[in-house]
């Protein structure tokens, strides 16, 4: 999204669509297709762009939502596997759950180091409502005392859901937003004729134009990823946002639809004719996993689920990893009696080639398929598509600076943009620090504990919004990179203080996850202060030389969740030239 970019004025003028002229320039002269769009990617962007920032940014956050959950349990950063890992989980749940009608043992990965156990007793309910779950220590079978909370779980489902509403009404607006982006993507692609010369153009210190060229120079460099992530969110959403199809299909019935969407394949297994009596309260479990590994074809083994655990007719369910082709989910599982003779299941129903499609589209846009490498660079997209956005509004305010000085005062609808643009950049990255600092400070004992965490985490964000008010544009925005570049950068410290893994710990035992997030929370802290200082400088510099001087200065580029609020180092020059012409 290239928000207020073109060579064109973006904003509504006599002549223009919205002046009920439409393709008339002042001159008398017919608008062209890339200024009718001009207006078009600016507004489309503007109205619904800071719900698209929160979007893109808890977005991006979810491609690593295992590595930050994992930092926000302590106790499970602790834990490391080795090759008794899955019978100590067994022996475990032998202790736990002897009765139950089914185990679940979710295995460590390098994303995830303890092992995740579960169950059902006889007669729940099916789904997730009907099991009990705990943590248990990979290397000793333990049962870990993990404090309650959502963890990065919270920010993907806050990305297409929100919060504080029905699913339903979020998926709704996250769809609208997303309509809205796809929109200033392709209007933005139309207004920009040399788009992809203009990604190789920079201009430091011009105040507008490097607004422009960083924002032109973001929305190219994930283009692809821009519009594919876009176009796969409405697939996603598209039986929320278009459900007559349903309707018409199940008389209305849409629940039955996603019944049968959701259920899954419960094979009818035989034992082989050949085979020996089954004995009781035998689990060959070392021979299923070895068997299934190899088979996997060295995939390795995410999960394994036991049916009547201890009796005759147990049998046991193994799941490979996730793969990395488009088409791998839902991946084929394995089936093995008790004492370890695979079982042949029936097979699965042939699917049509647009059920196909529909789940690697669901595969691209969650990124199921991909490896470490490939999860970096949908990070990094991600973080691109942040910063499109963040300059984007930065960009509407930037350009209107000379109406605003040649005026000598600020209008309301550009003071509520700049407010807006503070609490939703600036804030929605204090409210994240401020989140991980509640998930180790809280009582661990804390009832309804992980409600109390997003609720200190809206309140805070509250808070950020409500302080532009108060504070100059500028200060504003100081005082909140400030609050974040601390929360963030000291978080290896609280981790340490309060029972988690300390850095250099991680580090030389390689907890990559934990040693991955903390030092990208540390990197990020970094940027932010650069751009606090650049920021303090610009203050200082500008009372002395005047407002046409300072606004020539930015602040460079940043990544991860501070990446847009570095970018307001740039906003901020050419903001103190306003300040400056209101004071004289």
């Known amino acids: 999204m290239e928000l207020g970019a073109g060579r064109h004025a973006a904003v509504l003028r006599p002549g223009s669509v919205a002046d009920g002229s439409a393709g008339m320039r002042p001159d008398g002269k017919v608008e062209g297709l890339r200024q009718s769009m001009s207006w078009l990617h600016t507004y489309t962007g503007l109205l619904l762009g800071w719900v698209l920032f929160a979007m893109f940014l808890t977005g991006t956050l979810s491609y690593v939502r295992d590595e930050i959950t994992a930092w926000m349990k302590p106790p499970v950063q602790h834990s490391f596997a080795d090759a008794q890992t899955a019978d100590r989980a067994v022996a475990a749940l032998r202790k736990l759950a002897p009765d139950a009608e089914q185990w679940t043992i979710d295995l460590p990965t390098a994303r995830q180091p ?66 809205f982006m796809l929109v200033a993507i392709i209007s933005g692609v139309i207004t920009h004729k040399k788009i992809f010369t203009e990604f190789f153009t920079f201009r430091p210190r011009k105040g507008q134009r490097s607004w422009l060229d960083a924002h032109n120079a973001m929305a190219v460099l994930g283009l692809p990823f821009h519009f594919v992530l876009t176009f796969t969110g409405l697939l996603l959403l598209m039986f929320i946002l278009l459900p007559w199809g349903l309707d018409a299909a199940y008389d209305g019935q849409r629940n039955q639809f996603y019944q049968e969407r959701r259920a ?24 299923i996993l070895h068997d299934a590994d190899q088979k996997f074809d060295g995939r390795g083994i995410d999960s394994f689920v036991v049916k009547h655990p201890g009796l005759a007719d147990s049998t046991v369910e193994v799941r490979p990893a996730a793969g990395d082709r488009l088409t791998d989910y839902p991946a084929r599982r394995l089936f093995y009696t008790a004492d370890g003779l695979p079982l042949q299941a029936p097979p699965e129903t042939a699917t049509a080639w647009s059920t196909d499609v529909y789940r690697a589209m ?32 930065v960009l509407w305010v930037v350009k209107r600076l000379p109406e605003r000085r040649k005026a000598g005062a600020t209008p309301f609808s550009h003071r509520l943009v700049e407010v807006l643009n503070t609490g939703a950049i600036g ?38 919004a409500l302080h532009p008010l108060l504070r100059t544009h500028r200060r504003a ?19 340490a203080a309060t029972g988690g893994l300390p850095l250099w710990r991680s580090l030389a035992q390689g907890q990559w996850s934990i040693a991955g997030f903390e030092l990208s929370a540390m990197a990020v802290a970094v940027l932010l202060a650069f751009a606090v200082r650049k920021l303090r400088a610009g203050v200082g510099s500008g009372a002395g030389r005047g407002a046409g001087k300072a606004a020539a200065r930015h602040a460079g580029h940043v990544t991860a969740t501070g990446a847009a609020a570095a970018v307001t180092a740039m906003q901020s020059r050419d903001l103190e030239s306003r300040e400056m012409g209101v004071q004289q």
Request: charged content about 15%.
């Open 477 to 495: 925005w100081i005082e909140q990179l400030c609050l974040a570049a601390v929360l963030l950068f000291l978080l290896p410290v609280l981790n």
């Open 264 to 287: 899954q394949f419960d094979p009818s297994l035989e034992r082989p004719a050949d085979a020996a009596a089954p004995v009781a309260g035998v689990l060959a479990l070392d021979r």
């Open 114 to 179: 303890a092992v995740e156990a579960s169950w059902r007793a006889k007669g729940a309910a099916q789904g997730r409502r009907g099991r009990e779950a705990v943590m248990l220590d990979a290397g000793t079978g333990e049962v870990l005392q993990v404090p309650e909370t959502r963890g990065a779980d919270f920010f993907y489902r806050f990305h297409f859901e929100f919060y504080g509403m029905s699913v339903y009404t979020g998926r709704i607006i996250a769809g609208i937003a997303a309509f």
């Open 427 to 464: 804030g929605l990255t204090v409210a994240i620090g401020s989140y991980f600092w509640l998930n180790h400070l809280l009582p661990a004992a804390l009832k309804d504990r992980s409600l109390w965490e997003i609720r200190g985490f809206f309140c805070v964000w509250l808070l950020c």
């Open 362 to 393: 669901i595969n691209v846009h969650i990124g199921r398929f991909a490896g470490p490498a490939l999860r970096w660079v949908f990070f990094l997209s991600g973080i691109a598509g942040t910063l499109m956005v963040a300059t984007g509004l």
